[in-house]
């Protein structure tokens, strides 16, 4: 997949533009999560480390909205009222499937800062698509709040006041519904 990729972006970047007109591309096969959020199935809430590691990769596959909704109804069921730190790990494959759709490769969440990192600067095709120029009119509207960074040729955004993954997840969502200009 990442191969594809490479090549709808890169190499073969305006045959894909022309086919592909209208469509929502993808530009990367998947986003990593890093953070020092607590992000977690405490052990009081799900006694069994067998249990907690089968819950965990079951939410790591999950990429529909519906099956996210569907996993928390059953914890609720199972094992009561879902602890805060849960909270937050619930939203992670929302985070990471959002990020994707906007072409950032990694998402750090540390200090209340997000950093989101972009993809290489040979992609041509993001860094002049609909989905980059939605990052760079969020950077225009918000400019106390976001930092450009370059670092070793990488390019990513620093974003203030990112205290939790709900605040991260709402500020994706908010970037992805803009209209780029």
Request: charged content about 35%; overall charge negative.
């Given at each position: 997949?990442?191969?594809?990729?490479?090549?709808?972006?890169?190499?073969?970047?305006?045959?894909?533009?022309?086919?592909?007109?209208?469509?929502?591309?993808?530009?990367?096969?998947?986003?990593?999560?890093?953070?020092?959020?607590?992000?977690?199935?405490?052990?009081?809430?799900?006694?069994?480390?067998?249990?907690?590691?089968?819950?965990?990769?079951?939410?790591?596959?999950?990429?529909?909205?519906?099956?996210?909704?569907?996993?928390?109804?059953?914890?609720?069921?199972?094992?009561?009222?879902?602890?805060?730190?849960?909270?937050?790990?619930?939203?992670?494959?929302?985070?990471?499937?959002?990020?994707?759709?906007?072409?950032?490769?990694?998402?750090?969440l540390k200090q209340g800062t997000m950093y989101i990192y972009f993809v290489g600067d040979d992609?041509?095709?993001?860094?002049?698509?609909?989905?980059?120029?939605?990052?760079?009119?969020f950077l225009q509207q918000n400019p106390r709040l976001v930092r450009?960074?370059?670092?070793?040729?990488?390019?990513?955004?620093?974003?203030?006041?990112?205290?939790?993954?709900?605040?991260?997840?709402?500020?994706?969502?908010?970037?992805?519904?803009?209209?780029?200009?």
């Open positions: 997949k990442e191969s594809v990729l490479e090549l709808k972006t890169e190499e073969f970047a305006e045959e894909f533009d022309e086919l592909a007109a209208g469509k929502t591309e993808e530009f990367v096969a998947d986003c990593t999560i890093e953070s020092d959020l607590e992000l977690r199935l405490p052990a009081d809430y799900v006694p069994q480390e067998s249990e907690r590691i089968s819950l965990y990769r079951e939410l790591d596959s999950m990429e529909r909205e519906m099956d996210i909704r569907e996993f928390r109804s059953r914890l609720v069921d199972r094992f009561g009222k879902i602890p805060y730190e849960t909270e937050e790990l619930l939203r992670i494959p929302r985070l990471r499937r959002m990020a994707r759709r906007l072409g950032i490769e990694k998402v750090v992609n041509r095709a993001y860094y002049e698509s609909p989905m980059f120029g939605r990052l760079i009119q450009i960074r370059e670092i070793n040729g990488r390019r990513s955004f620093a974003i203030s006041d990112v205290p939790n993954t709900e605040t991260a997840t709402h500020l994706l969502d908010t970037i992805l519904t803009l209209t780029p200009a």
